[in-house]
């Protein structure tokens, strides 16, 4: 939904594309999300699941330790997905408020060819690689969590 938000002005029709896509991707949210959860509850029962990796878990526990493998391949790439979708969203969101001059003029500075703000991807990007390499993956996961909520 972040990139959505944040691409917005780059669509050729945003009043239209826009809620389509937001539409399309809460669908498809919504019915993953419900399917993953009935198939979770079927599988075993849920108190004796392991709170943190619940869906690998579930599938370690019914001897199937090649899907659990794939479950925990799935999300540390689901979290890149996330980093990436960030790193994607917040230079240009430091872009529009650098043109409103909320931020440094320096934000604003589009590359000629790519048109895309080179400088706030490699300034961010280099703050979340100091983020990561600073704090757990737990305290990660919360920040992120937060500035989601904040966002919203």
């Known amino acids: 939904f972040d990139v959505i938000a944040a691409s917005s002005e780059e669509a050729r029709s945003p009043q239209r594309s826009i809620p389509i896509a937001t539409g399309i991707s809460l669908g498809l949210v919504t019915v993953v999300y419900t399917l993953v959860s009935a198939v979770l509850t079927l599988m075993v029962p849920w108190h004796t699941l392991d709170p943190d990796s619940a869906l690998a878990d579930a599938f370690y526990r019914r001897g199937y330790s090649w899907a659990g493998f794939i479950v925990a391949v799935g999300s540390i790439c689901a979290m890149n997905t996330v980093l ?7 230079p240009r969101v430091a ?13 604003s500075r589009l590359n000629p060819v790519t048109k895309v703000p080179v400088i706030g991807i490699v300034v961010f990007g280099g703050l979340m690689a100091v983020l990561a390499l600073v704090f757990d993956l737990e305290s990660l996961v919360q920040f992120l969590s937060i500035g989601t909520l904040l966002a919203y």
Do not use: P, Q, T
């Not at 979708?85 to 917040?90: G, I, K, Q, T």
């Not at 872009?95 to 934000?107: H, I, K, N, W």
């Open 84 to 90: 990436l979708s960030n790193l994607f969203s917040l």
């Open 95 to 107: 872009y529009a408020m650098a043109e409103d001059g909320l931020l440094f003029r320096v934000f």
